[in-house]
C-alpha cells in the first residue's frame, strides 16, 4: 500500500481522460458560444447560506452532501456541490443580467458532493453548464434542451432527453398534496428509506433509484393530471419545438430533478439503454434570481457531468504522431538540436530521453501507437542521418538531416 493516497472519491486523472475532458471543455465552449452564451469562471467555494437558501435546506445535496468549512475568521464556506447558485450570485453581483447580451452564461469546473463513491460517483467531479436567463417563452426551454443535445450529439454520444414539466406553482403544491396522501396510503409499495421523505419531501421520491419504489411508484398520480391549460399547452408547443429541431425527446411522467428550485420545464440527458445514470439535467428555475436578492427574472439552464461523459466517448488513447529515440549520451545531446528544430517547426515528436535498448524502445513506441519512430543511435550520427520508420507499414528510410528531409519522411511535406 503506497505510504500517500488520494482522497476517498477523488481520482487522478491520466493523459488520456484529461485529453477527453479538454476536447468535451473545448467543444462545449466554442459551441455553447456559438448559440450566443458567454463563458464565465467563479469561485469554487462560496458561503454556505447561498446553496442552503438555493440548492434547498431539506435537498439531500445540502443536508448531506456539502464539503463546509470555516475560515480563519470563523465564516462559513462550502465547495461547490453545483454551480447554478454561485452563477446567479455572480450575475447579479457583477451585474451582468443588465447588459444586452450578457444574459446567458456558460460555466465548466470542478464541484465537490460527499458521496458514497460508487462507479460515475465522485466526490470530486467536473460539471459544464449553461444558464440562459431573461426570458419565460417557451423557445429558451427549447434553445436551452437543444444546446444539451447538440452537445452530445457532436461528441457522438447516443442519448435521448427525458422531459416533464412541474406546472406553476399551485398546480405542483396541489399535486404534492395528493402525491404525499397517495404515499400515505400506500406506503407498502415503497422502500422503507424513502418513507421518511413522505413528509418532507414528497417528490424526492419520484428520483428514488430503489427499485421496490420505482416499482411502486408507476400507479401514483402524476403532475400532468394537475396540469392547468396553460401548462399543458406550453410542454405540447415545447415537444412541437424539439421535434421540429431533431432532439430526440420521450415524455417521461416521474422526473423532477433533485433541486428545490425548479419551476415549470424539467429534462434529463439519459444514455439509450437507460440503465446507466443520467449524463446531465436541467430545468427551469424562475424564482431563483429574486430569492437570492437579484430583480425578478426567469431562467432556465442544465449542467452535464464531465467524468460521464468522458467515459462515455470512444475515442483511443492519444497516440503521439512521432517518437524520437536517441541511443546514448552522445547521440542524446546533438538529439535536443534536432528536436527542438523540429518542434518549433510545429513538428510534434515525443524524445525518450532514457532508452538505451532499441529493441524496447521500438517496443515502447509500437505499444502506445506512434506512427513514426526516428532513431538516431552511433551509425546515423557517424553518417550525419536520421533513421525514419513508418510504423504502418513497417518500411524504414535514412535521411539527411535536414528539415525538408524530416517532413517529407514524416508525410508533412503536402
Ligand atoms: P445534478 O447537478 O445532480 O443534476 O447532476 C448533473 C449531472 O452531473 C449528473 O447527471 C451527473 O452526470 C453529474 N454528477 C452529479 N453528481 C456527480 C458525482 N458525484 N460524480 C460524478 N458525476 C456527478
Partial sequence: M???QKPKGTRDLDENTTFKFEVIRSLFVAISRFLGYGHVEIPIFEKTNLFERSTGESSEIVTKQ???FQDKKNREFALRPEGTPGLIRAAIENNWLNSHNGDKFSYFGPFFRYERPQ???YRQFFQLGAESIGSNNVESDAESIYLLSFLLKELKIKHVIKLNSLGEKEERLRYIESLQQWLTNNKIKIAKEDCI???KNPLRILDSKKSATVKGIKQAPKIHEFWS???SDR???LTGLLQAANVNYQVDEFLVRGLDYYTSTVFEASGHDGAQDAYGGGGRYNDLISELGGKNTPAIGFACGVDRIASALKFDQIKPFCIFIPLGEKCREKA?????KMWSNSVSVKPYWNESNLGKALKRANSIGSKYVIVFGEKEMQNNTLLVKNMKNGNQKEIPINMSSIMSALGLDE
Avoid at 535536443?336 to 527542438?340: N, P, Q, T, V
Fill in 336 to 340: 535536443f538540436g534536432i528536436i527542438s
Fill in 229 to 231: 391549460r396553460e401548462t
Fill in 119 to 121: 462507479k460515475g460517483r
Fill in 235 to 237: 410542454f405540447k408547443k
Fill in 66 to 68: 456539502m464539503y463546509k
Fill in 197 to 199: 421523505n413522505i413528509e
Fill in 2 to 4: 503506497p505510504k500517500y
